[in-house]
């Protein structure tokens, strides 16, 4: 069972320190009573990594067996010790509680997973894991412990506070803790230093393309080309690493790279979502008073198509997973990025019909909806009822007669030939949704399955790299519109074209 959860977990969330977890799991074996009175903060991580292994080991959740891994944690949260006695052993606490919060927002208590992330948070910063540690006085071992679980502790705070719509808790400028270098340390830190820095560019999209006053003016237009920039410096570094690091079979099926890959897609997303809401409501009004949609401008319709290949890349990835046998329906994320991509097609679908004249994308999300509401997963059910009402209430703005023949929304975007290629090869490659599964279990997928059926190219960025780069180049603010650097830049002036 602890195999299992080190599989799922893989190198991108270290939860745990498995030397010090099998230490005592040796002595709770030997002598169980004793090891529970010794050390209660230990017995309810036990529990916890018990309530996660059997849960990531149902291939489908009903109420018979839903039971027994409740049971483990309800059981868990029942001992655990109140604020005062964590202090007792800071540093197991924090772990604790940082399995806590992943495991409430997989049964979407989100609002109790942030809060129980915050607080492994606070005790982290009080014992000052966010600096950079005196390894002379602490050891290496500790410190390493330290520093893995501190920034575990970041993504997971980062993941949850964008989800629920907090600021971040801690500024980067505040943090001195040690980021390996993912091209000369081991695998297990380089991938999560690679998680780090996608989650750090993620948090920079949030506090700079997110404006609380909602507009699109020169600010926003400056946070986009730097956030772009960023991107794709991070994108380069991911590439050249993957083509060196993480490229065995095991490497791929435990995650490292397609987890990874699906973030940086994510943040591509993103970055273009609120664009995207702000076309909705620009579409909407235009339905409402009957006026023609006007021209998007050609650095919008890059960063809208850099979108669109993210988001079905995405779902490509996660069909393949499927095929595998190894799309998560327990752990969140991966219905994260499912959502996520399917609600930005969708969104797109709407504000600028024609722009995804094959809706096969539709067909492939649901059925990876299905699949983990097949599996049990309360939560996909509810994503699904999302994405129907959504499509329900833009539907209006899709249909064919809705459309003028003088309204032109800015297509078609670049492209449609090479969307077909990219199509193509990625069925070349084994991506499409007619791949094969390869057996039942992640574990015996591994050692039985050929190496030359595995080397799914999950590393390359594709398209979506090269528009980011052409938007980049686009967004010259200067060469759009005069005084775009000025702050007060009017709202929406450089998103329209000349026509």
């Not at 297509?411 to 094969?436: C, K, M, S, W, Y």
Request: glycine letters at 6%.
């Amino acid at each position: 069972m602890l195999n299992t959860v080190r599989f799922h977990f893989g190198h991108l969330y270290q939860l745990f320190d498995e030397e010090d977890f099998t230490r005592n799991l040796d002595e709770f074996y030997h002598n169980a009573s004793a090891k529970v009175q010794e050390s209660r903060l230990w017995y309810v991580q036990f529990l916890v990594v018990l309530a996660f292994g059997e849960a990531l080991l149902a291939p489908v959740r009903r109420a018979s067996n839903t039971a027994s891994w409740t049971k483990y944690f309800s059981r868990a949260m029942s001992l655990l010790p109140d604020t005062t006695a964590l202090w007792q052993d800071p540093l197991l606490a924090i772990e604790v509680l940082a399995l806590i919060a992943l495991y409430l927002h997989s049964v979407d208590m989100r609002d109790s997973a942030y809060c129980y992330i915050g607080h492994a948070m606070r005790v982290a910063l009080v014992e000052g894991l966010h600096r950079a540690l005196p390894v002379e006085q602490l050891g290496e071992k500790r410190v390493q412990r330290c520093t893995k679980i501190w920034w575990t502790v970041y993504i997971l705070d980062r993941k949850f506070s964008s989800l629920i719509g907090s600021p971040a808790s801690v500024n980067d400028e505040d943090v001195t803790t040690v980021l390996w270098d993912p091209k000369s340390s081991s695998e297990e830190t380089a991938a999560l230093s690679l998680h780090v820095r996608i989650t750090q560019v993620i948090t920079r999209v949030l506090n700079t393309v997110y404006s609380a006053n909602g507009k699109l003016g020169g600010a926003f237009l400056h946070g986009i080309r730097s956030i772009l920039h960023e991107m794709t410096e991070l994108s380069r570094e991911l590439e050249e690493v993957f083509a060196h690091r993480f490229s065995s079979s095991v490497d791929t099926l435990s995650g490292v790279t397609t987890r990874l890959t699906l973030s940086c897609h994510s943040c591509i997303i993103v970055t273009a979502r609120p664009l995207i809401l702000s076309l909705l409501w620009e579409r909407l009004s235009c339905f409402e008073d009957g006026d023609v949609f006007r021209s998007l401008s050609s650095p919008v319709r890059t960063l809208i198509q850099a979108c669109i290949d993210s988001a079905l890349r995405s779902l490509k990835i996660l069909t393949a997973l499927r095929d595998q046998n190894l799309l998560e329906s327990f752990l969140p994320f991966d219905l994260e990025n499912l959502f996520s991509s399917f609600f930005i097609l969708s969104l797109i679908s709407a504000v600028l019909p024609g722009t995804l004249p094959d809706q096969s994308f539709r067909d492939m999300a649901f059925s990876l909806l299905d699949e983990m509401i097949a599996r049990g997963n309360r939560v996909a059910q509810l994503r699904r009822s999302e994405i129907e009402l959504l499509e329900e209430l833009v539907q209006p703005l899709i249909r064919p007669e809705t459309t003028r023949p003088e309204e032109d929304p800015g297509l078609p975007l670049i492209g449609t030939t090479n969307e077909r290629g990219f199509v193509a090869q990625e069925q070349h490659r084994g991506l499409g949704p007619d791949a094969e599964g390869l057996g039942p279990t992640p574990a015996a997928t591994v050692t039985v399955v050929q190496e030359e059926e595995l080397l799914f190219d999950w590393r390359d960025f594709g398209l979506s790299l090269n528009h980011m780069l052409s938007a980049t180049d686009e967004l010259n603010a200067n060469s759009l519109v005069p005084g775009a650097e000025d702050e007060e830049l009017p709202a929406d002036i450089w998103l329209w074209g000349d026509g």
